[in-house]
């Protein structure tokens, strides 16, 4: 009986199997940053422990980083001492750190992949729940707290429950306007923001196979908010592609062996799920959260739900939603009034997703109510777009063109909404106070409709600004 690719990478990372049952698993990469690291090294510092694989440890500043002047020392005074921090921690520990001026720096998850750390076959954990990014490049990688950051800073090591797999096969063909993100909201949606608990998801299908790995990035970064511990896509050829030539990717002859290894990795063809869902592509529309959680969703030309309607567990919540959206049930998604729109984040801030965005924006503007802003994924990412005059695009369009960062994802910087605004935003969670405010309100979607919705001043069908549809 053949295996998944999440046995093979446990079987290969497992130390040894703890008294409580757990997995005592080898962590191959440990990605930090400022927000969850601090403690974790003040922790290791006063049981006099060093960093056990430093060389193994790479770290990048990402959620509290200035997006509009990112002169030292920070205006913000919190920040400004997190970074010192980081810094202080990385140069004591001998680990290798992507700061502002390494040009290099980003969101931890975009800069891995982009930088060849992330690879096909390894564990990866970062303090980060949108982890589970790098698993669109078939490793198995988890979203860790900071008692965790330091034990793997102290041993290399997580103590981890072993997981379910569930596979997840899309099929079929994308219509014009519908998005990798739209896939994620899809099956959070259908299956429930606890419907991954225990498991880690396996994307496939060939909706899957045929995505760019900015696409599989995206699928995958959102696996948490479906309650799943982990997810990831088999490597195949485009794995390789993307990898290849990248900084810290293996060479030459070398980088065919991995290729050789990476490729057994895979799920075999034989192995069994513990669950398996299908999903046809062909059925799924632009997708807009109404809620304050990732499941709370409509496609874009449909109403919210009525809480009558709704199964007896779900009323509760539905209502909780809808009051703290000021939303009415049965009322249209579409026509929503927006005031800030954000084009940022892990999910949804690479060079392909701000190319989508460019697309929908160049030559119009940005209705006079509505603040704009596009943050880059990583410096990478913004030099590239840069390059290709996205930066003109959005700038004359009315956009804020930032430095890169976390930004309005979270609000650990300026970039935060007020009091009610409506944010349409091209990142992963809606939760309340997410972006800033308390009271403020988030609609997640994709970059593209988060462009049509700066544009219109709106909720949008991006179908109908793109293509008159
Ligand atoms: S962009 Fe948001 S989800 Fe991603 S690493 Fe930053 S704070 Fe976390």
């Not at 599989?216 to 948490?224: G, V």
């Not at 209502?319 to 249209?332: I, K, N, Q, V």
């Not at 004359?396 to 650990?412: E, I, V």
Request: proline content about 4%; aromatic content about 6%; hydrophobic content about 40%.
């Amino acid at each position: 009986m053949g295996s998944t690719l999440l046995q093979k990478v446990w079987d290969a990372h497992t130390v040894r199997t703890l008294p409580n049952g757990q997995t005592q698993l080898f962590v191959g990469l440990h990605l930090i940053h400022e927000v969850t690291s601090p403690q974790a090294f003040d922790m290791l510092r006063a049981r006099g422990w060093p960093v056990r694989f430093p060389d193994r440890t790479i770290a990048t500043v990402d959620h509290i980083v200035p997006t509009r002047d990112q002169r030292r020392p920070f205006m913000d005074v919190m920040a400004e001492d997190m970074l010192s921090a980081l810094e202080r921690n990385c140069r004591q520990a001998g680990v290798r750190l992507f700061d502002l001026a390494s040009g290099a720096q980003g969101i931890v998850h975009v800069i891995g992949p982009e930088l060849g750390l992330t690879q096909p076959g390894t564990t990866i954990a970062c303090g980060d729940s949108h982890t589970s990014t790098h698993g669109a490049f078939g490793a198995v990688a988890f979203g860790i707290g900071t008692s965790q950051v330091r034990d793997v800073l102290a041993s290399q090591c997580l103590a981890l429950d072993p997981l379910k797999v569930r596979r997840i096969r899309v099929t079929g063909q994308l219509p014009r306007g519908v998005y990798a993100k739209d896939v994620i909201l899809e099956i959070i949606r259908r299956l429930g923001v606890n419907g991954g608990v225990g498991y880690a998801y396996e994307y496939a299908g060939s909706t899957v196979d045929s995505m760019s790995m900015d696409e599989r990035m995206t699928i995958c970064n959102m696996s948490i908010e479906g309650g799943a511990r982990a997810g990831y896509v088999n490597p195949d050829e485009c794995t390789f592609d993307y990898l290849r030539g990248r900084r810290f990717a293996p060479e030459g002859s070398a980088f065919d062996r991995a290729c050789a290894w990476w490729r057994t990795m895979a799920s075999d063809e034989d192995a069994t799920y513990d669950d398996e869902v299908e999903i046809d592509a062909g059925a799924i529309r632009p997708t807009v959260t109404w809620g304050i959680n990732p499941g709370q969703s409509v496609y874009v030309d449909e109403a919210l739900p009525a809480t009558r309607d709704a199964p007896e567990g779900e009323r509760a919540s539905i209502t909780e939603a809808l009051d703290f959206m000021g939303f009415r049930e049965g009322s249209p998604i579409k026509g929503t009034r927006i005031d800030v729109a954000f084009v940022g984040s892990c999910t949804n801030a690479r060079l392909s997703d701000l190319r989508e965005a460019a697309r929908i924006v160049r030559g119009r503007s940005v209705a006079p109510h509505v603040t704009a802003l596009v943050v880059p994924g990583s410096q990478a990412v913004r030099l590239a777009a840069e390059r290709e005059g996205l930066d003109r695009v959005f700038i004359d369009a009315g956009f804020d063109w930032r430095a890169a960062g976390c930004s309005m994802c979270l609000a650990m910087n300026q970039d935060r909404l007020e009091g009610r605004q409506i944010c349409a935003s091209s990142s992963n969670r809606n939760f309340k106070g997410r972006q800033g405010s308390p009271t403020g309100r988030t609609l997640l979607m994709s970059p593209a409709m988060v462009a049509a919705a700066a544009v219109a001043g709106e909720v949008v069908d991006v179908r109908q600004v793109s293509y008159g549809d």
